[in-house]
Antibody, heavy 123, light 111 residues
Framework: EVQLLESGGGLVQPGGSLRLSCAASGFTFSIYAMSWVRQAPGKGLEWVSAFSGSGGRTSYADSVKGRFTISRDNSKNTLYMQMNSLRAEDTAVYYC????????????????WGQGTTVTVSS | QSALTQPASVSGSPGQSITISCTGASSDIGGSNYVSWYQQHPGKAPKLMIYEVSDRPSGVSNRFSGSKSGNTASLTISGLQAEDEADYYCTSYTSTGTLRVFGTGTKVTVL
């Protein structure tokens, strides 16, 4: 069964850090681009970042650029998001999603999603 | 990169057809055929409904169809059913540095 399982969410103070993980199974993880998408409480979806399946290309939303770092370990079939300098506006459910393509210069959609992990930034 | 613009809400009666618009710019919708649509029920993860403007993944009902004209993409749901009541989001590839952008989202209500 194709599956994504996020973990690492929690409560963190403003200015703090958190690392999210997304464990993939049921497909050849290394060949697909992967994305993080978040949803603030009561709000819409916001694309956060993506990592290509090969070539190591990454991309970030302007709202997180310089604070968040996406990475992947293909030997562990796991995607990560290191989140630093967290702000209240980063509070959201964070979804990991598998893209249908390997590169970031095309967009064939995200066909597999995890259940999400909740990040709350508050003092 | 600003979010793509969608109507906040669209409603229709069972059996009717509705269309949700998604307006962007020449740097995103107008400049590529990489437009996708997602359905999200409350408390659930999004589900891919349409990719590359008008293609449906396996298992998605043919009541869902997509199109594009200029800088605006559209999702049409025909034969509206109660289970179609959900939030819908468009996305597009963008030639700006961010590469991906979501729409503002549309709540579909089945009357």
């Amino acid at each position: 069964e194709v599956q994504l399982l996020e973990s690492g969410g929690g409560l963190v103070q403003p200015g703090g850090s958190l690392r999210l993980s997304c464990a993939a199974s049921g497909f050849t993880f290394s060949i697909y681009a992967m994305s993080w998408v978040r949803q603030a409480p009561g709000k819409g979806l916001e694309w956060v970042s993506a990592f290509s399946g090969s070539g190591g290309r990454t991309s970030y939303a302007d709202s997180v650029k310089g604070r968040f770092t996406i990475s992947r370990d293909n030997s562990k079939n796991t995607l990560y998001m290191q989140m630093n300098s967290l702000r209240a506006e980063d509070t959201a459910v964070y979804y990991c999603a598998k893209e249908r393509s390997g590169g970031l210069e095309v967009d064939y959609g995200m066909d597999v999603w995890g259940q999400g992990t909740t990040v709350t930034v508050s003092s | 990169q600003s979010a793509l613009t969608q109507p906040a809400s669209v409603s229709g009666s069972p059996g009717q057809s509705i269309t949700i618009s998604c307006t962007g710019a020449s740097s995103d919708i107008g400049g590529s055929n990489y437009v996708s649509w997602y359905q999200q029920h409350p408390g659930k993860a999004p589900k891919l409904m349409i990719y590359e403007v008008s293609d449906r993944p396996s298992g998605v009902s043919n009541r869902f169809s997509g199109s594009k004209s200029g800088n605006t993409a559209s999702l049409t749901i025909s034969g509206l059913q109660a289970e179609d009541e959900a939030d819908y989001y468009c996305t597009s590839y963008t030639s700006t540095g961010t590469l991906r952008v979501f729409g503002t989202g549309t709540k579909v209500t089945v009357l």
